[in-house]
């Protein structure tokens, strides 16, 4: 009778993951998800069911199937799998074994409705209030950046090249359109490759220039707590000085810290009239050595900057960011699911010292 199953079996293994530290448990603690529910349920159609039918599932608890999404990079057929096999993920969610899981398709289904209301960037500013409500404001300045998030490269030949630039693919087939993100852009990636003789020095590594497709995430930051507070999305090729203005949050402190692509005339002169002070890094003389005074200025300023570095190195690394779908709406939506994740994780590690993984 070793085999048959105990009445308290699955309580006992919650028990055993809450002693060995489940993430989600603690993530769940930290965050109330109930705060969300208004936005949620404003953006999605729901029928009157007079007609009868089976109940929706609820709101709250396909969200934060959303947030697992992005934590763990799963797929809408992976996640449904997981759902079904782990407990954590069914403890997180509400879920005990016999409740019905939702599959793959709604799960689709209720991503896409956020992405048409725009409620995912709705749900991005509900949580962002809350973190003001329970005291996590805005201080220290304002640091602003943008990474590319790769999208899937799409084949086209010479003339349908043509056609996306000029915008002009209303006569393409409606699967064509439908296959081909035409709103995604090409940009150069440039860096330097790491010498592989220890002899060599960095400043004689050989720069490169990859081509990437896709998208951008222009985010500003918090200097106090790390916080991503606003956040737009643009194509790959969008110049990143030309978003600044609709990335200044409010802040306590009036600092804004940026690299030399936000460097401009019509930026000082914005930043002067709302009282913010720039603390943009300066470029390097045209043929001519960096001047020292500037190489300390610059370097002081790195030293602040480096916390979005952060920011993106985790959506990339931990979240493995990518944009598998088409079109700049649901790149957008992606991105700030992809936030609003960071941010709840964010807060569990400044309440808790430990964040989910």
């Known amino acids: 009778m070793s ?19 489940d993430p989600l448990e603690r993530l769940a603690k930290v ?33 934060k199937i959303l947030v697992l999404q992005t934590l763990y990079t799963l797929s809408d057929d ?11 993920f069914m403890r997180f969610c509400g879920l005990d ?29 509900r949580f962002d209030a809350a973190l003001n409500s329970k005291g996590y404001l805005a ?28 915008g002009d693919t209303d006569h393409w087939p409606p699967k064509r359109r439908a296959q081909i993100d035409r709103e995604g852009r090409w940009t150069i990636k440039r ?32 200097r106090e707590h790390g916080l991503i507070r606003c956040f737009t999305v643009t194509h790959a090729a969008a110049h990143d000085g030309a978003q600044l203005p609709r990335l200044l949050a409010r802040n306590t402190g009036s600092g ?18 709302r009282g913010r002070v720039p603390q943009f890094q300066r470029a390097k003389p045209r043929g001519r050595p960096m001047p020292p005074h500037i190489a300390r200025g610059n370097a002081t300023r790195a030293r602040v900057r480096a916390k979005v570095e952060h920011v993106f190195a985790e959506q990339k690394r931990r979240f493995g960011l990518v944009i598998r779908t088409v079109g700049l709406a649901r790149a957008t939506a992606k991105l700030a699911l ?9 807060l569990a590690w400044i309440e808790t010292g430990t964040a989910p993984v």
């Open 97 to 125: 074994l016999a409740d019905r899981v939702p599959d793959a398709k709604t799960i689709w289904l209720f991503r896409e409705q956020l992405t048409r209301a725009g409620a995912l960037q709705k749900l991005f500013g």
């Open 191 to 222: 860096g330097r490759k790491r010498p592989t003789d220890d002899t060599n020095r960095a400043r004689h590594a050989a720069e490169i220039a990859v081509p990437v497709f896709g998208y951008k995430n222009h985010v500003a930051i918090d």
């Open 31 to 63: 965050v109330e998800f109930e705060l969300f529910r208004p936005e949620l349920d404003a953006a999605l159609e729901r029928s009157a069911r007079a007609k009868g039918g089976r109940p929706p599932y609820d709101a709250v608890l396909m969200f």
């Open 139 to 166: 201080m220290g300045g304002q640091i602003v950046d943008a990474t590319v998030v790769e999208a899937r490269r799409p084949r086209l030949n010479a003339s349908e090249k043509a056609a996306v630039r000029q």
């Open 338 to 346: 992809a936030n609003l994740v960071y941010n709840l994780r964010r």
């Open 3 to 21: 085999d048959q199953r105990g009445f308290f079996d699955e309580s006992e293994r919650l028990k055993a993951l809450s002693t060995l530290g």
């Open 256 to 273: 804004v810290w940026a690299d030399t692509a936000y460097r401009s005339k019509a930026n000082v002169a914005l930043l002067d009239r």
């Open 78 to 88: 992976q996640t449904e799998y997981q759902l079904r096999d782990r407990l954590s």
